[in-house]
């Protein structure tokens, strides 16, 4: 089966993607976009409609594959604890195998843009892609069967998530190696975290 010729349109998300997790959304004019992406800047308008909607999608793009990534062979029917170190194995995971995703993200989560997403992650009940958060469902369950502690969303959200994230992070620069051991030792943190 022969490569996938990259498109143009590719071309410009991943010179987006590869300039903003090194040097940040200011780091990353147009202009500069359009020379690593070896394309006219025009072409960039022709693709997207401004730098904006540039960023809005390759972020959408990414949420998405990690999307794809934790619901990989995820079985609704287990139990909750399962389900839960399921997803967080698989972020994890995915994460320290992509960190110019993950530094991406982050930056985006940081700035102005990532604001927007995050109310939206939040408070709707699907997110842009139209997918169910199974994340947010598993809160509902465990909550409603008082198997996790009763905070609010965004409380959950933070000791479930924000601790793998901080992690990767540490991993990604070195200060400390990730293992399939540790990974679970970590996720298992989380869980104790947010269970009852």
Same mark, same amino acid.
């Given at each position: #089966?022969?490569?996938? =010729?990259?498109?143009?349109?590719?071309? *410009? #998300?991943q010179a987006t993607l590869e300039l903003i997790a090194e040097h940040g959304f200011h780091?990353?004019?147009?202009a500069m976009i359009a020379e690593k992406a070896n394309v006219a800047i025009g072409s960039i308008y022709r693709y997207f409609e401004n730098k904006d909607a540039l960023v809005n999608e390759l972020y959408y793009e990414i949420e998405n594959r990690i999307f794809e990534a934790i619901i990989a062979n995820y079985q609704k029917e287990k139990p909750i604890k399962e389900r839960f170190s399921h997803i967080g194995e698989k972020l994890l995971k995915y994460l320290i195998a992509n960190p110019m995703a993950f530094r991406f993200v982050e930056q985006f989560h940081n700035s102005p843009y990532g604001v927007a997403v995050?109310?939206?992650?939040?408070?709707?009940?699907?997110? =842009?892609?139209?997918?169910?958060?199974?994340? =947010?469902? &598993?809160?509902?369950?465990? =909550?409603?069967?008082q198997l996790i502690k009763d905070v609010q &969303?965004?409380?959950?959200?933070? &000791?479930?998530?924000?601790?793998?994230?901080?992690?990767?992070?540490?991993? *990604? &620069?070195?200060? *400390?190696?990730l293992d399939?051991?540790?990974?679970?030792?970590?996720?298992?943190?989380?869980?104790?975290?947010?269970?009852?």
């Open positions: #089966m022969g490569h996938l =010729k990259k498109t143009k349109r590719d071309e *410009i #998300m780091g990353a004019p147009t995050r109310r939206e992650r939040l408070f709707a009940e699907k997110n =842009k892609t139209g997918k169910t958060d199974i994340l =947010k469902e &598993l809160y509902r369950e465990g =909550k409603a069967n &969303l965004p409380v959950f959200f933070a &000791l479930a998530l924000g601790a793998l994230v901080a992690v990767a992070r540490n991993h *990604i &620069l070195g200060f *400390i190696k399939d051991h540790r990974i679970d030792q970590i996720v298992g943190a989380c869980w104790d975290a947010v269970k009852r």
